[in-house]
């Protein structure tokens, strides 16, 4: 699966983006999804998973309470809605695809299989 994330921008800390992930493929339904990011100089990080039926959501502690993910089978498309902005939040965030990935490990990137080329977020404080 070939996967195109967009949406990314500059905003004001407070305001919102939207996050798109587009997937190329017949089988989107079958992988379950996450959102990683990587601020400059620093590791990428788990932010957000969804499982394939879109039953079971995961979230990065810091996070948890913002940002609202969602996927649209149907469409092929994965979304990560992100409110009360923070400068912190800066950073190119990856959407990426994987099979079968154990409850516990959806926070590894190691287990995803598949990513997108990465949008870049800026909040400005």
């Known amino acids: 699966v070939q996967l195109q994330a967009y949406g990314g921008g500059l905003v004001q800390a407070g305001g919102y983006l939207r996050l798109s992930c587009a997937a190329s493929g017949r089988s989107f339904g079958s992988y379950d999804m996450g959102w990683f990011r990587q601020a400059p100089g620093k590791e990428r990080e788990f932010v957000a998973a969804?499982?394939?039926?879109?039953?079971?959501?995961y979230f990065a502690d810091s996070v948890k309470g913002r940002f609202i993910i969602s996927r649209e089978n149907a469409k092929n498309t994965m979304y990560l809605q992100m409110n009360s902005l923070k400068p912190e939040d800066t950073a190119v965030y990856y959407c990426?695809?994987?099979?079968?990935?154990?409850?516990?490990?959806?926070?590894?990137?190691?287990?995803?299989?598949?990513w997108g080329q990465g949008t870049k977020v800026t909040v400005s404080s």
């Open positions: 990426a695809a994987g099979l079968n990935i154990a409850t516990m490990r959806v926070l590894i990137d190691n287990e995803y299989n598949y």
């Open positions: 969804i499982s394939w039926s879109g039953g079971t959501t």
